[in-house]
C-alpha cells in the first residue's frame, strides 16, 4: 500500500528481452493505459510489472 494518495505504475523491460527500443516503449505504454483505464481511484497502491519472458509483439492490444 502507498501512503500518497496516487497510485504508481512501474514497467520493466528489459533490453536483452528486447533489444529493440521502439517495441519496449510501445509494450510500456500498452501496459500503462490498461492501467490507467482500470485503475481504482479510492485505493492507492505501488505496482511493479517486470517482463522476465520474451513476448512477441502484438500490432494491436484492445484495452477493455
Known amino acids: 500500500k502507498n501512503k500518497n494518495q496516487e497510485s504508481r505504475?512501474?514497467?520493466i523491460?528489459?533490453?536483452r528481452l528486447l533489444k529493440s527500443s521502439v517495441v519496449r516503449?510501445?509494450?510500456r505504454r500498452?501496459?500503462?493505459?490498461f492501467f490507467r483505464v482500470k485503475k481504482?481511484?479510492?485505493?492507492?497502491?505501488d505496482?511493479?510489472?517486470l517482463l522476465r519472458k520474451k513476448?512477441?509483439?502484438k500490432?494491436?492490444?484492445n484495452i477493455q
Open 47 to 49: 505496482i511493479v510489472v
Open 30 to 33: 500498452r501496459v500503462k493505459e
Open 25 to 27: 516503449n510501445g509494450i
Open 13 to 15: 523491460i528489459p533490453a
Open 55 to 57: 513476448v512477441e509483439s
Open 9 to 11: 505504475l512501474v514497467v
Open 40 to 45: 481504482e481511484k479510492n485505493f492507492p497502491t
Open 59 to 61: 500490432p494491436t492490444i
